[in-house]
């Protein structure tokens, strides 16, 4: 069984560009949630993608958006970075919306 | 209420000891909580959670108790280990546009002395 990966592991951007991070669910997993993890903080959560629709959102910006793909992996797409966006990206999948989320070893983003 | 506290934000254990560590949390309608392990450069790796139809929940050295009416819940570490050194992180999810969200703690970073 494969776990939760994402891509890439470390990206850094300026400030004003665009960036789009990637996660591959866990085999057998239909729902992908990502969270965004400030330097010691806990997650917050972003969005979560449910059979390719968005299925609950918190509160970030619209220039966060994302994606879902018919084979459950996804896409979290970031325009206009700010410093503050320089965090780790986490992606986690479960078997359904209310299911344990098991999380991939995310992706660090540095905005300068 | 959609903030769940937890304490203590650091913890020191000597090998052998019970590590606690405590959350609290406002809304009555989450219905899960599970517990986070998180070592450094590493995703959050699941590590046991309970819902509210017990009181307790036990996996290995690993224990979960739940007070619904305190809306308090802890995690215990029997026999603390070396190797248990990471930051721990509660959670909480369930109710009307919080299904599959978690909300997290702060975090706690404990230190298991040798």
């Known amino acids: 069984e494969t776990g939760v990966t994402q891509s890439p592991t470390h990206l850094i951007k300026t400030r004003g560009q665009q960036v789009t991070l990637r996660c591959s669910s866990q085999s057998g997993h239909n729902t992908v949630s990502w969270y965004q993890q400030a330097l010691g903080q806990g997650p917050q959560f972003i969005f979560q993608?449910?059979?390719?629709?968005?299925?609950g959102r918190g509160n970030f910006p619209p220039r966060f958006s994302g994606l879902q793909f018919p084979n459950y992996s996804s896409e979290l797409n970031v325009n206009a970075l700010e410093l503050d966006d320089s965090a780790l990206y986490l992606c986690?999948?479960?078997?359904?919306?209310?299911?344990?989320?098991?999380f991939g070893p995310g992706t660090r983003l540095t905005v300068l | 209420q959609q903030q769940v506290k937890q304490s203590p934000q650091s913890l020191i254990v000597q090998k052998g000891g019970i590590s606690i560590i405590n959350c609290a949390y406002e809304n009555t309608a989450f219905d899960y909580f599970p517990w986070y392990q998180q070592f450094p450069g590493k995703g959050p790796a699941l590590l046991i959670a309970i819902r509210p139809d017990v009181s307790e929940k036990k996996e290995g050295r690993f224990t979960i108790s739940f007070n619904k009416s305190a809306k308090q819940f802890s995690l215990h570490i029997m026999d603390s280990q070396p190797g248990d050194s990471a930051t721990y992180f509660c959670?909480?999810?369930?109710?009307?546009?919080?299904?599959?969200?978690?909300?997290f703690g702060q975090g706690t970073t404990l230190q298991v002395k040798p």
């Open positions: 993608y449910y059979r390719e629709e968005e299925n």
């Open positions: 959670a909480a999810s369930g109710g009307s546009g919080n299904t599959g969200k978690l909300i």
């Open positions: 986690a999948s479960s078997s359904t919306s209310r299911d344990e989320q098991f």
